[in-house]
């Protein structure tokens, strides 16, 4: 976990063992995610004591395992206390261990928690509101912290497992995996970008009568946004930056960058550049996953 100084060390990933602590609100989906890397040949362990972590964690490495996983459930402040201890054991051993932050609105959580009958950890003898805001605030450092953020208000438990294979499955080379998400402006900015890219100075298809109807997943709409003057420039521009940030970011031990393209309604512009900028990534070698948050909701 970071600490309170103004310089912290570079994260550098040193031993053959990754270690990804899964973590978030309760109904967000961290037993799914869970799950998803059980599927994809993690070890995972659910609901260790941290302090019981490094003992694993060399175990592990014993074993010529290489990719260690544990949820933890954060119900207790105490758990805060010990974690920045075992934060750096692992370090001293080598390995910066990732976080994994599983999140969902207010209202997601209450919706599901209500639909699942069962009563919120920390709700005590208040609202189950109450214990959703409550845990919020206990788990404020660690979302701060995170590696990776995914926010599945808007998910299902495949999209989130799909999410998870696609950061996590594979190799455990050393190669930043980028997530573009289309999204639209009128609906909110996804919460679980690491930037977000404004193309809503592209003319909009939505004033062309034959183009209104179908979104950036369809050719006349594609070619359309792409032969714009802007675009292509643009473009190049968007690869020039990530190709910057990409090497900081594995420096600081950041496998992962969600890039968020946003135009009005997240229906022409943004669905139209997210889907060509995921093709130059691959083209250049570069693991992209694409998503479209917002299609289908006009």
Known sequence: MPSDQTSEPKRVHRDDVRVVIVTGMSGAGRRTAAHALEDLGWYVV???????????????????????????????????????????????????????????????????????????????????????????????????????????????????????????????????????????????????????????FLPNPHWVPELRPHTGLTRPVSEYVLRQPAAGPFLGQLETLLDTVAEGYLTEGKRFATIAIGCTGGKHRSTAMAEELGRRLRETGVPTKVMHRDVGKE
């Open 46 to 200: 659910d609901n260790l004591p941290p302090v019981m972590l490094p003992s694993l964690h060399s175990l592990v490495r014993s074993k010529d395992m290489t990719r260690l996983a544990t949820v933890l459930d954060v119900r207790s402040r105490t758990l805060f206390e010990e974690l920045p201890g075992v934060f750096a054991e692992l370090e001293a051993a080598g390995t910066t261990p990732e976080i994994l932050f599983i999140e969902a609105s207010d209202d997601v959580i209450v919706a599901r928690q209500e639909s699942s009958r069962r009563p919120h950890p920390l709700q005590g003898d208040g609202r189950l509101l109450d214990g959703v805001r409550r845990e919020r605030e206990l788990l404020a450092t660690l979302r701060a912290a995170a590696d990776l953020v995914i926010d599945t208000s808007r998910m299902n438990v495949h999209q989130l497992a799909a999410r998870v294979s696609h950061a996590y499955g594979g190799d455990t080379s050393d190669r930043l995996r980028v997530t573009l998400m289309s999204f639209g402006f009128k609906n909110g900015l996804p919460v679980d970008a690491d930037m977000v890219i404004d193309v809503r």
